[in-house]
């Protein structure tokens, strides 16, 4: 093409380009529907395939009023299969509301979902009028795609009121169960081996003198070293690490800023690549919100010592997993 051709064409070759970046954009994550999805928690089970376990925010839901729990699954973090709703507050007997996060464990030959469940009001302008309660519950299933049967008919305890259960099981099979609770934050209760109900009392853990308000605790563990990570004052990611899943705990920073509304994440490795799912606010077609939940993720890497680098919301995301996978597999 000669000089002047080319300069006629390259507004439209240089559109072209824009519009296949904007097609590799793989934020949020493509479930196939317009489905808003909050909470991700990410596993990968033994048939390889990485699993999401997420809340749901319906259209037109009032505050943060959600009635079930859906999972996803993917062979390459950007073709996904919607398996549905998992569960759902109508097949509990002690609760009729706020399915909020989620979180899931494979053990003893099943398949476990974890959940926050409750009922009750939330008054917002007069608070001390509000009822609402919640509490955590177990749910077992023999397919990891459910569908989970609540496995002990009652939450694990009922006070204090609590949310946002994580579950970590360490290498000596022992489960850990952290969660965000009224006065008893940076907890966490030892798990019964059959995951149905905890081990004595909920036990303190030093956070080295730094803690902020907490939601959705997430623990996972790396080269012999405990990340204790958490959305601090539920907006912005930060971790804490130590040599044992009950602490002491030495505080690490932030790895991902907030941007306004509440954040909630989980950290998996998946093909020798570390991964953060979390969700964003986004602006969507309704009638009644601005902006809801979308799940979304990136790479996350660390540094030689251990620590975390920053993380930055993309529109690409994890779009390019499936080629470093196919990379990896012609190695
Ligand atoms: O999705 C409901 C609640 O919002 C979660 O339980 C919190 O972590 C926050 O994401």
Not at 99 to 110: M, R, S
Not at 147 to 166: C, H, M, Q, R, V
Not at 251 to 278: A, P
Not at 305 to 318: A, K, M, N
């Amino acid at each position: 093409m000669n000089a002047s051709l080319l300069s006629l064409f390259l507004p439209f070759i240089l559109s072209i380009g824009l519009h296949s970046e904007n097609a590799a954009a793989k934020n949020p994550l493509d479930f196939g529907s317009n489905i808003r999805t909050a909470d991700p928690s990410g596993h990968v089970w033994n048939d390889g395939r990485m699993y999401l376990y997420t809340s749901h925010d319906q259209e037109c839901q009032p505050d943060f009023y959600m009635k079930n729990w859906h999972a996803f699954s993917s062979n390459n973090l950007v073709d996904w299969t919607d398996h549905g709703p998992i569960l759902s507050v109508d097949d509990l007997s002690w609760s009729d509301n706020f399915a909020w996060a989620p979180d899931a464990a494979y053990k003893n030959g099943k398949y476990y979902l974890i959940f926050p469940a409750g009922t009750g009001y939330k008054d917002r302008v007069e608070p001390e009028k509000s009822t609402k309660w919640m509490g955590i519950g177990v749910a077992v299933s023999d397919s990891p795609t459910g569908p989970f049967k609540d496995a002990i008919g009652k939450p694990l305890w009922t006070e204090p009121y609590a949310n946002d259960p994580s579950l970590f099981i360490d290498d000596d099979g022992q489960a850990y169960l952290y969660f965000h609770a009224q006065g008893t934050d940076y907890h966490v209760a030892e798990m019964s081996d059959d995951l149905l109900s905890i081990k004595g009392d909920f036990i303190e853990m030093d956070m080295g003198g730094y803690e902020p308000k907490m939601e959705g605790p997430w623990v996972f563990k790396r080269n012999g070293l405990y990340y204790f990570t958490m959305p601090e004052n539920n907006r912005s990611l930060s971790y804490y690490t130590s040599e044992s899943p009950k602490g002491p705990w030495t505080y690490k920073g932030i790895f991902m800023q907030s941007e306004g509304g509440n954040n909630h994440h989980s950290i998996v490795e998946y093909h020798g690549q570390w991964i953060l799912f979390y969700h964003r606010w986004l602006d969507i077609n309704s009638t009644c919100h601005r902006k809801q939940r979308h799940t979304a993720a990136e790479y996350l890497y660390f540094n030689d010592d251990g620590t975390i680098q920053p993380v930055e919301r993309t529109l690409e995301g994890v779009g390019d997993f499936p080629s470093k996978i196919s990379d990896t597999s012609q190695r």
